[in-house]
Each structure stands twice: as C-alpha cells, then as structure tokens.
C-alpha cells in the first residue's frame, strides 16, 4: 500500500495514506522529506517551506494560505492555514469542456414503466403527510394495512414523514408543498396516500392543485378530520392503491432512464482522492448513456466554482450556475452568517482544513462533464447531462432535494460513516477500507482500494455492475435497517 500522494505535481503538501510516524522519511517524486511529527491517515504534510502568507497547493489549486511559516515535513491543517475565500464575487465566461472518454454501451437495468412514461427502480406504497401532526396516525395506518394484508408482492412500504405542512409563510411554506409534491409523483412509489389533518396552511385543496396532472388510479387523498374511523378508512385506500400496483413487474429499461444524485458527507482526507473521483468517473459514464447525473451542496461549490462555470455547456447556463453560487452566499449574508465555514469538526478531524480543500474534493463527484442545467430548489429534473441543483450542504436536506428533484439514488460518499437514508435508495461508499470493514452495516461499496492495489478501471466496472443491480431491486444498507428520511429545506419563520 502506498504511504503518501502527492495529487498533483504543482502542490506543495501530500496526503497520508496511512498513518505516519515522526521520522521517518517519505519519497516524494525524487526528494527525501524526513517527518517532523506524527501525521494522521488524510492529513497534509509540506513537502517545501511554506512561508506565512504563501498558498497551501492540493488538486494543483490553492486551499487557503499559511498563517505561520510551514517547514518541510510538518502538519499543515487549521492550526497554521487559513480559506482565502471572502464575499460575493464577479465572475467571467471562460469555457473550457472535456471530451467524454466513455461509449454509449447499450446497457440496461430492470425497472418499472410507469403509464406517465416515466420510469421507476423500487414498486413501493407511500403514504405522505401533508403536514407533520399526522405522522402518528400515518404509522397505524400503515402498520393495519400490513397486518391484514400479509405477505405483499410489492418492493416495500413507507411512511414519509416529516414535521412541516403548518404555520410556515412565504418560501418555507412554497418548498414544503412543492417538495411534497415531488415525493407524490416520484416514480419509485407504485401508490401514493396523501394523509391530512384538515386545518393546516398546505390544505388538500391547494395541494392537489399543486400536483397538476397526477395519476388518479395510483394517488389517494384522506382529510382525517372528515371521517369517523380514518384507521379503517386509510387501510381501505391503500388496499385499493395496493391491488393497482401489486402486478407491476420489472422490464429491461435502456441505461439512458437513470438519474443519480451525488452526495458526500462526513467527509476525510481521502475523500478527494478515492470514493468522490470513482463517483466522477461513474458521473462521466452514465452521461455517455445518455443518463443524468445531479451535483448539489452549493456552500461546498465555493471554492471550486469556477471549475464547474468553466464546463457551463453555454453562456446560459453559466450566468445560471454565477447565481447559484451568488445567491447562496447572500443567504449566508442575510442571516449574518460566515459564508466560508463550511468544514464540520468531523471533516477537520479527517484532514480537510478550509472550504477550498472540501469544495476541491466535493465537486470531484461532478467528473468532467458540462454542466448542462441548473435547478432550483424543488426543480425537477429535465435535461440529460450533468445538472447542478440548488441545496444546501446538510446531509438530510440535501439528500431529500436530491431525490425530490427525481432521482431514482442518491450515491453518498463518507470518509466518517453514517447510517441514514433519503427516501429513495442512498447507497454509502466509503472512502476508506477501515471505515468499510468497521461499518458493513452502514457501508454499501468501497473505494478505498484506489489507495492499494486496484485500479481505476476496475473498480469503476465493479462499481457500474452493482449500481445497475441496486437499480434492479438490490437493497442497500439504509433500506435494510429501514433508515428513510425526508428533511425539507428551512429558512424562514415559524407562525
């Protein structure tokens, strides 16, 4: 197993591969460097004397600039390197695209067709609250359904709760209601029952509304306080949505219908190096089959912006991503809140020391193909390529933007490990070995053979086989332990 990596040629730190032990001495190209303290796996060690104000170089890209005098062979992390990132900025048109290496390969997965055209990889019966006081009554209904029915020839069952739907105005209110609206229509539910209270601000009336057109035959709707028994009654609409839909099959569906959300979290300093680069080239893959691909986090772009406005696919679509990354900086202003200190105290203690260093490794997810849309928050999908989608970097929100804008998974990578779920497929990929053999339970795939001894290539064939069988019906981990959540975006008052 190498020790080090120096990721680019122009940087002026290496990442520790594997714990290192002060005094020992490292190749780097054709130099000796001697270790002048003890390096943990991730973290970033000068290979040169940086001195106080001098750029600290990785991806070949500053990550921030000394505060101190570095010497050859010491740490460099948030003791003695700071961002430099500050403010709104201006930027300018300056494209510069990349061939996509990968062919159009003809595969297929077996997936649902749905009667809208859309297509669906789980056959699953949702009940979605319209507001979150009725979670409770949602879970009896369900837990009835399944007890009188038995054994059910479907994919699964869920509850989608959440805690909104009431006393919310403006943006808060609008999000909730379109976020919802997504879920209903999402194409991995064969049957959808939308439950009620009755008396809240995101009423059935304006909510059906909302939906526009929707399939009547596989969505219900239940107002509770208009019924006497709503158990017996819930439980009778979900028959009726579950005798609709408990003869879908799977059918070979041509590789081009796939979205696929990208996400990490929980991040560490290899994060740049292995698990967010196989998502890359996976990125760059399904947009050869005509698939589409979803980057999100914008507060994780900062940093790394211009390299995706550099693969805008036109001048449209770059004055869309300078707004995406504008606007979010000013949401930060107007909660008078630091917009460059993104890095949780688990991302530091796996080496990533400012928001360049994150955003660099983040945006390794995105590959290297245009960027041909950007979404707003509770957009849904439309343009095949690689999109960008407004949200921000919290894994629950994020991952449920992800899904809600269409995504059929989420693919989320982690240096750190966590067990949660979105409510569609969220399939865990580590950027360690460690952390992959600690956390089988957690951990679908794992990418920290990249540092050892397999290949790119390899374990890209490796990683596309077992994502087309997820697509298939495989279950991951989240859906195993039944981990599915939904976290909608907040950012106003509460009545």
């Given at each position: 197993?190498?020790?080090?990596?120096?990721?680019?040629?122009?940087?002026n730190?290496?990442?520790?591969?594997?714990?290192?032990?002060?005094?020992?001495?490292?190749?780097?190209?054709?130099?000796?460097?001697?270790?002048?303290?003890?390096?943990?796996?991730?973290?970033?060690?000068?290979?040169?004397?940086?001195?106080?104000?001098?750029?600290?170089?990785?991806?070949?890209?500053?990550?921030?600039?000394a505060?101190?005098?570095?010497?050859?062979?010491?740490?460099?992390?948030?003791?003695?390197?700071?961002?430099?990132?500050?403010?709104?900025?201006?930027?300018?048109?300056?494209?510069?695209?990349?061939?996509?290496?990968?062919?159009?390969?003809?595969?297929?997965?077996?997936?649902?067709?749905?009667?809208?055209?859309?297509?669906?990889?789980?056959?699953?019966?949702?009940?979605?609250?319209?507001?979150?006081?009725?979670?409770?009554?949602?879970d009896?209904?369900?837990?009835?359904?399944?007890?009188e029915?038995?054994?059910?020839?479907?994919?699964?069952?869920?509850?989608?709760?959440?805690?909104?739907?009431?006393?919310?105005?403006?943006?808060?209110?609008?999000?909730?209601?379109?976020?919802?609206?997504?879920?209903?229509?999402?194409?991995?539910?064969?049957?959808v029952?939308?439950?009620?209270?009755?008396?809240?601000?995101?009423?059935?009336?304006?909510?059906?509304?909302?939906?526009?057109?929707?399939?009547?035959?596989?969505?219900?709707?239940?107002?509770?306080?208009?019924?006497?028994?709503?158990?017996?009654?819930?439980?009778?609409?979900?028959?009726?949505?579950?005798?609709?839909?408990?003869?879908?099959?799977?059918?070979?569906?041509?590789?081009?219908?796939?979205?696929i959300?990208?996400?990490?979290?929980g991040?560490?300093?290899?994060?740049?190096?292995?698990?967010?680069?196989?998502?890359?080239?996976?990125?760059?893959?399904?947009?050869?089959?005509?698939?589409?691909?979803?980057?999100?986090?914008?507060?994780?772009?900062?940093?790394?912006?211009?390299?995706?406005?550099?693969?805008?696919?036109?001048?449209q679509?770059?004055?869309?991503?300078?707004?995406?990354?504008?606007?979010?900086?000013?949401?930060?202003?107007?909660?008078?809140?630091?917009?460059?200190?993104?890095?949780?105290?688990?991302?530091?203690?796996?080496?990533?020391t400012?928001?360049?260093?994150?955003?660099?490794?983040?945006?390794?997810?995105?590959?290297?193909?245009?960027?041909?849309?950007?979404?707003?928050?509770?957009?849904?999908?439309s343009?095949?390529?690689?999109n960008?989608?407004?949200?921000?970097?919290?894994?629950?929100?994020?991952?449920?933007?992800?899904?809600?804008?269409?995504?059929?998974?989420?693919?989320f990578?982690?240096?750190?490990?966590?067990?949660?779920?979105?409510?569609?497929?969220?399939?865990?990929?580590?950027?360690?070995?460690?952390?992959?053999?600690?956390?089988?339970?957690w951990?679908?795939?794992?990418?920290?053979?990249?540092?050892?001894?397999?290949?790119?290539?390899?374990?890209?064939?490796?990683?596309?086989?077992?994502?087309i069988?997820?697509?298939?019906?495989?279950?991951?981990?989240?859906?195993?332990?039944?981990?599915?959540?939904?976290?909608?975006?907040?950012?106003?008052?509460?009545?």
């Amino acid at each position: 197993m190498k020790k080090i990596i120096q990721i680019n040629d122009n940087d002026n730190v290496i990442v520790a591969l594997t714990d290192l032990k002060k005094g020992n001495s490292i190749k780097v190209g054709d130099r000796k460097i001697e270790l002048k303290e003890d390096i943990t796996r991730g973290h970033k060690v000068a290979v040169y004397d940086i001195k106080s104000g001098e750029n600290v170089v990785k991806y070949g890209s500053p990550i921030g600039h000394a505060i101190k005098d570095i010497s050859e062979g010491h740490w460099a992390h948030t003791h003695n390197v700071k961002t430099n990132l500050d403010g709104v900025k201006d930027y300018v048109f300056n494209q510069k695209l990349n061939d996509n290496i990968f062919k159009n390969e003809n595969l297929t997965f077996k997936g649902y067709k749905r009667e809208n055209g859309s297509v669906g990889i789980r056959n699953e019966l949702w009940i979605v609250p319209t507001v979150g006081c009725v979670n409770g009554m949602a879970d009896k209904i369900m837990d009835k359904f399944k007890k009188e029915v038995g054994k059910l020839s479907i994919d699964n069952t869920l509850v989608i709760k959440h805690t909104y739907g009431c006393s919310q105005l403006g943006d808060d209110h609008a999000n909730t209601r379109t976020i919802l609206g997504n879920v209903v229509k999402h194409p991995n539910a064969g049957g959808v029952l939308v439950v009620s209270l009755g008396c809240e601000n995101n009423n059935i009336v304006d909510f059906k509304k909302s939906l526009c057109k929707f399939d009547e035959k596989r969505t219900k709707f239940l107002v509770l306080q208009e019924v006497s028994d709503e158990i017996e009654e819930g439980v009778k609409l979900l028959k009726e949505l579950y005798e609709n839909m408990k003869n879908d099959t799977r059918e070979d569906i041509p590789l081009s219908e796939l979205k696929i959300g990208l996400k990490c979290g929980g991040s560490d300093g290899l994060s740049g190096i292995t698990a967010n680069p196989l998502l890359g080239k996976f990125s760059d893959f399904l947009v050869a089959q005509g698939g589409i691909t979803v980057l999100t986090e914008v507060p994780e772009m900062f940093g790394a912006e211009t390299l995706l406005m550099s693969r805008a696919e036109n001048e449209q679509v770059f004055n869309k991503i300078v707004h995406l990354i504008n606007d979010f900086k000013e949401y930060f202003i107007q909660y008078k809140q630091p917009i460059y200190e993104n890095p949780s105290p688990g991302n530091k203690a796996g080496g990533i020391t400012t928001l360049e260093d994150k955003s660099l490794g983040c945006t390794q997810k995105s590959g290297s193909a245009a960027v041909v849309d950007v979404l707003k928050y509770g957009e849904t999908l439309s343009t095949k390529g690689l999109n960008l989608l407004s949200a921000p970097g919290n894994d629950l929100v994020a991952a449920s933007a992800l899904a809600a804008s269409g995504c059929h998974m989420v693919l989320f990578t982690t240096g750190r490990g966590t067990p949660f779920g979105s409510f569609v497929p969220t399939m865990k990929v580590s950027t360690n070995t460690p952390l992959f053999k600690l956390k089988p339970h957690w951990i679908d795939f794992d990418a920290g053979g990249l540092v050892e001894d397999i290949s790119q290539e390899e374990l890209l064939k490796k990683f596309v086989n077992y994502v087309i069988n997820v697509a298939s019906g495989q279950l991951v981990n989240n859906e195993k332990n039944d981990f599915r959540e939904l976290a909608i975006f907040k950012k106003g008052v509460t009545l």
